[in-house]
């Protein structure tokens, strides 16, 4: 138990579909971050909430859209992907992104498999 | 150039002995340092944390920093077959950036 619950942990989906991971932090985190991490390729951070606040979008294609009602709570709502977005989706949090010594929690992870 | 290199191995030692990983990068002004953990279809696990130049020791784990030339190794002594797995180094140069990883295998 890493305080940090990713749900569902394995999704299958096609490429039209529409579905939405969910992540929930029970550490009193004010910052939550999705990761992707694919085969033989280092953590690549897409989004990242302090405080409800989106600071960070790496870039990361529309077909993917965060959402954060709250400190405790982040979703990615996925519509339209690819194959390629196959991937291991890792929900974080954190004390606060731009604190010194900002350390960061992973949760167990949501397989998202693209077909 | 990649902002955090790892050599990505795999790293085979024998049970008993010392695995060394190594991770170099590219922001001169990092300040926070990690080392994690992941082992097979699991998320990552945070083993180690590192802010001030010299070695911090955590059990069988031993993290050494030294920022001057931008290098921060993982010591894991005794190593056990337990301890098989990928070892990701991180740097929060203001955004948390993550390297390769290296897998260790401990032979019994």
């Known amino acids: 138990e890493t305080g940090v619950t990713q749900t569902p942990r394995h999704l299958v989906m096609g490429m039209t579909n529409k579905k939405s991971l969910k992540c929930e932090q029970h550490l009193g985190h004010n910052a939550m971050y999705w990761y992707k991490q694919s085969a033989k390729k280092p953590l690549e951070l897409m989004f990242v909430y302090n405080f409800k606040e989106q600071t960070e979008n790496n870039s990361v294609p529309s077909r993917f859209s965060p959402e954060c009602p709250n400190s405790s709570h982040l979703f990615l709502h996925l519509h339209t992907l690819q194959p390629e977005d196959s991937a291991l989706y890792l929900c974080?949090?954190?004390?606060?992104?731009?604190?010194?010594?900002?350390?960061?929690?992973f949760g167990e992870g949501s397989w998202l498999t693209v077909v | 150039q990649k902002e955090v290199e790892q050599n990505s191995g795999p790293l085979s030692v024998p049970e008993g002995a010392i695995a060394s990983l190594n991770c170099t990068y590219s922001?001169?002004?990092?300040?926070?340092f990690f080392w994690y953990r992941q082992y097979s279809g699991k998320s990552p696990e945070l083993i180690m944390s590192i802010y001030s130049n010299g070695d911090k020791e955590d059990g069988r784990f031993t993290a050494q920093l030294n920022k001057a030339s931008q290098y921060v190794s993982l010591l894991i002594r005794d190593s056990q077959p337990s301890d098989s797995a990928t070892y990701l180094c991180a740097v929060n140069d203001y955004k948390l950036s993550f390297g390769a990883g290296t897998t260790v295998t401990v032979r019994a």
């Open positions: 974080a949090s954190s004390q606060d992104f731009r604190a010194e010594g900002n350390t960061i929690y």
């Open positions: 922001d001169r002004g990092s300040q926070s």
